[in-house]
């Protein structure tokens, strides 16, 4: 399923770039305000640190949420006390776009995270150019070389990387890559199951430094808590913030877990 992801992510980067090939890419980048400062917006210590995430649809569940209008969706996280707004830009499982990406940047002012299956720089100037702050990594997309070269290319941009692992392994890969940012992902990507209790094993082997970010797998204010209890900096929710009648409320409940 990732390597799909990937592969299908990768080809429509392709055909963007027919469009909008690299040279102007990097001149849209360059244009943008400089990114802002990610890093410290999911380590500050007074509050509970929520990434509101933007989505539609997903491999695993299907359609989850008709969102006509991101920046309307993004505006309310950001109101309600999101520390951040994550925005699925792949198009094909997720139905999202750069659009999304470019929709929600003007309307919020806290850091934008592009959410996307990335596998070559193309992708970070594109995220750039739309105004994204935090760019996602994933390690098991990655071999260490093309990690390394991702991670700092995305540093050179201004932006934070947001290096998501799985298993020890791949934490210790990020580390080893330079994130200083690291997303634990309670989601295994083959099989889709849930496995919430992986993210305090894996932040334990982190440096003590490393900015942690629990990922998926919240439904309650309960599970925000478990995690930051488990010693995440940061939580990003997709799903049971779409799927509720009311998405500001759900984050304030979340944010008083
Ligand atoms: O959500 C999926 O089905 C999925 C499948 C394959 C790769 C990635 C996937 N999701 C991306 C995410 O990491 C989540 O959207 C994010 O962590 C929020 O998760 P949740 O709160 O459980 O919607």
Redesign the pocket.
Known sequence: ??EE?LRGSLEDAARRRSAVPTRVAERHALDRAPAMDAEAALRRSDRINIIG?V?RA????GDLANISDPSALAAAYAGAGAAAI?V?TEER??KGSLDDLRAVRDAVEVPVLR?EFIGEEYQLLEARAAGADIALLIVACLDQPLLERLHAFTRELGMTALV?AHTRDEALRAVDAGATVVGI???D?HT?E?HPERFGDLAAELPSDAVRVA????KTPADVRRYVDAGAHAV??????VTGADPAATLESFLNA
């Open positions: 399923m990732l992801l995430e989505k997903s491999p695993s569940r994550s699925l499982r997720f959410k998501e992902n309670a989601r990507l889709f849930l990922e998926s797998a919240v990003l929710i997709g799903e049971a913030l």
